[in-house]
């Protein structure tokens, strides 16, 4: 396990809550990037140092990166249409529906669409990022090469999948040392903001096993706590070091997560 400094990004979200928690846990020093401060203080002031910044503004982020020595990316948007799209102006009930018709004219007003946030957001990470990153663990999704395949093409609709795919390419083509993750639809909490003791605290409903696999032929719900803990454990394993699997949650769950056993089941790539 490496100890260098993190920059944890989206880790207001409920996947990066629990991430920047479990890293915390272990003493690992937390940079937090965050477009809302007040937010991120009320969550890490004190444990974590919080600073300002959007990666899709690659100027914002040259300060930011000082001295990081791993990124755990874990921003992201909704898949379809909502307020955190963050729409220019106020839309109408005409371009609901001609959303229908013509999703890029709906995509167009929207600042913070999927492509703005998962593809040319991660594409300014790798910009700014130091050559000798240790690891950057990008959060993904499974179905990136199965988007004409029924049910990811609806999940697709508005281009998650196109995004997240654009992501996922730009960090393999950097240079840098990587693990990409793909999850399947997420499970467990949490769905609002906690403190870091109940954070720690949390446990996973389903009570199902973990499972890995590579090439996107995996399908299934994937605990959120699940897809943190495997994001930890990926900062300084060697096994996958320039990887790509997908993790989902099915059978039975053992008493422990053998985590290191799991990334040795994972045939190299």
Sequence with gaps: MQSGLVLMVGAT???GQLV????????????VLTRNLDKAEQMFAGKAECVVGDIRDCNSLVSVIEGVRSIICCAGTTAFPSKRWEFESSLSPWDWLGAIFDRDRLIEKAKNSPMKADGEGVKNLVAVAPRDLERFVFISSVGVLRKGEFPF????????LDAKLVGEQAIMNSGLAYTIIRPGRLIDGPF????????LRATTDGKLGVVVGT????????????LATACVECLGNERVKNQVFELVNKGARPANIDWSSLFESIPAQ
């Design 20 to 31: 920047t928690a479990k890293l915390l846990e272990r003493n690992i020093p937390v940079r």
């Design 192 to 199: 609002t903001s906690y403190d870091l003791n109940t954070l």
């Design 153 to 160: 093409s609806i999940l697709n609709s508005f281009g998650v």
């Design 13 to 15: 979200g409920g996947v």
């Design 215 to 226: 090439g996107d032929k995996l399908a299934g719900d994937t605990s959120r706590i699940d």
